[in-house]
């Protein structure tokens, strides 16, 4: 391993010198610092961070580390954009970022005792897909805010979805289109985001003059989807379906329901309208025809709940994230 005293010794400087050159380069003269950097590459040093994460937090000189707890967003295609803008984001503020993912079986007291031991200056908590999660009281210590979920147990800041206007974004281009007898195919009724996309739905139905006392609905059981392909089956009689449309609570049902669709013989979209929900790591433009479905604003969520760490933000409301609709050929 290399120490500071062997940068030192190699750019023939004192250790206060090198240090200064990692800290605070505008300092030293121009040829100092050029020599102390051309030794750090030679030799390879690394700077200890945690070491200077404790003297900044001792010396008063501000926040500047976000720590992010991860409960499957870290590991998960759909949720990573999370990640990914949370530290891009700190980078272009000159902050650092670290994650610690929470697994199956953890002790959520002993996660978060991990998490402050590397001295964070705020901590975003996230989750993947919408959830709705019990805080430590032991994280409470720095600024916290929750991104993609919602705490059960205490007032905090949350950077959500809005799914309630974009399923209202989504229902009103199916009208717009001219379907008014859809079948939907809901995510399960305890899940957060269902009620609200339900009132999205009801909304736009509403806003076009129609009814939605008579639609078919449907909550899935679970996330397995294994009840799909018999719902779907119900209303198809003699080839030909009972509904003009299918409203899909993620675009993996879509996945299931274009399969029976195109199995019966059915054409998307010209017998059957389909949307989606989430544009699933851009799989939704591989459908053919491609989905038309919404999307997730994963990437805005991370941002935003960065900056509100950076920026030094108090408010505990929960702020809803505009969820794009994506025009596509399934309509």
């Known amino acids: ?49 945690s070491a200077r994460m404790i003297r900044s937090s001792r010396s008063g000189q501000g926040p500047r580390t976000i720590g992010v707890l991860a409960l499957d967003t870290a ?29 199956a079986g953890d002790n959520p007291e002993s996660i978060a005792d991990l998490l402050l031991s590397h001295r964070p200056d705020g901590i975003i908590f996230t989750t993947m897909g919408l959830r709705q999660v019990e805080i430590s009281g032991r994280m409470l ?6 991104a993609n979920c919602e705490s059960v147990n205490t007032s905090t800041a949350s950077y959500i979805p809005d799914d309630e206007n974009g399923q209202y974004d989504a229902v009103s281009a199916l009208l717009k289109a001219g379907r008014r007898r859809p079948l939907c195919l809901y995510l399960p009724a305890e899940h957060p985001a269902t009620a609200r996309r339900i009132r999205g739905l009801t909304r736009a139905f509403r806003d076009y003059g129609e009814d939605t006392e008579n639609l078919l609905h449907h909550y ?25 449309s299918v409203i899909c609570g993620n675009d993996r049902i879509a996945f299931i329901v274009y399969q029976i669709l195109l199995a019966c013989g059915l054409n998307i979209p010209a017998d059957v309208a389909v949307i989606g929900y989430d544009n699933m790591v851009g799989i939704g433009g591989l459908f053919i025809p491609p989905l038309s479905t919404v999307q997730l604003p994963h990437y805005e ?12 933000e108090t408010h505990r409301d929960t702020v809803c994230i505009s969820s794009p609709w994506l025009s596509r050929a399934s309509v």
């Open 1 to 49: 391993m290399v120490f500071l005293k062997d940068v030192a010794k190699l750019a023939e400087v004192s250790m206060m010198t090198v240090s200064r050159a990692i800290n605070k380069p505008d300092k030293l003269k121009k040829e100092t610092l050029a020599r102390v950097q051309d030794a750090i590459r030679k030799t390879g040093y690394t700077p200890d961070l």
């Open 301 to 312: 969520i991370g941002r935003q709940s960065a900056l509100h760490i950076i920026n030094g």
């Open 141 to 146: 210590k720095v600024p916290l805010v929750l």
């Open 220 to 244: 899935l059981s679970d996330e397995h989807y294994a009840d799909i392909p018999d719902v779907v089956r119900r209303y198809i009689r003699h080839g030909k379906p009972e509904f003009d």
């Open 75 to 103: 590991t998960s295609p759909f949720c990573v954009d999370i990640i990914l803008s949370v530290e891009e984001t700190a980078r272009s503020y000159g902050w650092n970022s670290y994650i610690v993912n929470m697994l």
